[in-house]
């Protein structure tokens, strides 16, 4: 973390990030040798602070568990329908909360962090609340630095560019500027092309 940053209890927040850390090292899914849910919290705490390098305590703890344990509800429990996906990553907001207070309460944190770090992990109040906005930004760049090319692979090209511009509408100036920057494939920029022109 920043040198500069100070939690209000040091102990109590390195706490909390172990926590979180130690339940999604437990994914059984792997992604680069690494349990998938343990990098992308990685990845989205690293887009965090790149966006706002003075990030809350409150918005760096909602990034270690923003995907919280995410496994433990699979996406083929729910219909493979719209109204399925819907539901099931309705379902998982409120699971990813419900789980973060849990570790937050036994670490010692209040109430009122718990809540407001719940807000963030179920986007209350977006696009209105400027660190949900920058969770929101953080999520979206890390679909697209790590997630596009594989989901491009094996999606028809209509139904990705409707995710890209999906995507794209819910970010800010400044994560658009970030992710003009990111490397694409050549298939990758056309698709991104299309999407922004369409």
């Known amino acids: 973390m920043p040198e500069h940053f100070q939690p209000r209890d040091a102990k109590k927040f390195a706490a909390a990030l172990r926590c ?3 339940e ?18 990685q990845r989205l ?24 344990c995410r496994w433990q509800i699979p996406r083929d429990s729910y219909p493979m329908t719209r109204a399925g996906y819907l539901k099931w990553r309705e379902d998982l907001k409120k699971f990813h909360a419900q789980k973060a ?3 937050l309460r036994e670490a010692g944190y209040d109430e009122d962090v718990i809540r407001r770090v719940q807000e963030l992990n179920l986007k209350k109040n977006f696009p209105n609340d400027p660190e ?16 596009f090319a594989d989901l491009a692979a094996k999606t028809p ?39 922004l022109n369409s």
């Open 24 to 41: 999604n090292s437990r994914d059984p899914n792997l992604e680069s040798s690494q349990p998938r849910e343990s990098l992308y919290a």
């Open 157 to 195: 090209e209509d139904k990705m560019i409707v995710v890209l511009q999906k995507s794209w509408g819910k970010m800010t100036a400044a994560a658009h500027a970030e992710a003009l920057k990111l490397n694409y494939s050549p298939r990758e920029k056309d698709l991104l092309r299309l999407a």
């Open 45 to 68: 705490g690293d887009w965090v602070l790149r966006l706002c390098p003075n990030a809350s305590e409150e918005l760096r703890l909602a990034a270690g568990c923003q995907h919280i």
């Open 132 to 147: 949900g906005r920058v969770l929101e930004d953080a999520l979206c760049l890390v679909f697209l630095e790590f997630q």
């Open 20 to 22: 979180f850390d130690e």
């Open 101 to 103: 207070g849990e570790i």
